[in-house]
Every structure is written in structure tokens, then in C-alpha cells.
């Protein structure tokens, strides 16, 4: 990575701010990509959007983790 990308840019400190509070959710401003780690079996999801992040989670949760129970 380029040593420009290391400046603290204050809107992904918003960002971050904003949903420090979501517990396990990170939005990688420079990607602009969400991300979290699955609860169960620690495999890592990202999607474009907190929104579309949750659904690939709840996805992933009950059809591929706990195989639709
Ligand atoms: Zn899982």
C-alpha cells in the first residue's frame, strides 16, 4: 500500500464512530467495503453495503454454518 492511503481521513472516522456500536461490523473506507467475522465458525464476510452485509451474514448463518436449522 501506498504511504498516502496512511492519512486519517475524518469521514472514515465518522464512519467508524458512527458504528462502533454494531458489534463485530468494520467498514474499510478505502475498499468501501463492510466486513465482519461470522460468530460461529470465525469465516470472514464482506459485502458493499451494512444492509447487504447483514443479509450475506444471515445467509451464511443459516444455510452454510448451521445447515438451515
Ligand atoms: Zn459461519
Redesign the pocket.
Known amino acids: 500500500m501506498l504511504s498516502v492511503y496512511e492519512i486519517p481521513d475524518p469521514f472514515a472516522n465518522f464512519i467508524e464512530r458512527k458504528y462502533a456500536n454494531i458489534k463485530g461490523l468494520k467498514y474499510h473506507f478505502f475498499d468501501k467495503i463492510w466486513s465482519t467475522t461470522?460468530g460461529?465458525?470465525s469465516?470472514e464476510l464482506d459485502g458493499p453495503t451494512k444492509k447487504i452485509l447483514l443479509k450475506i451474514k444471515l445467509y451464511?448463518?443459516r444455510n452454510?454454518?448451521l445447515n438451515g436449522y
Open positions: 461470522c460461529t465458525c469465516l451464511h448463518s452454510e454454518c
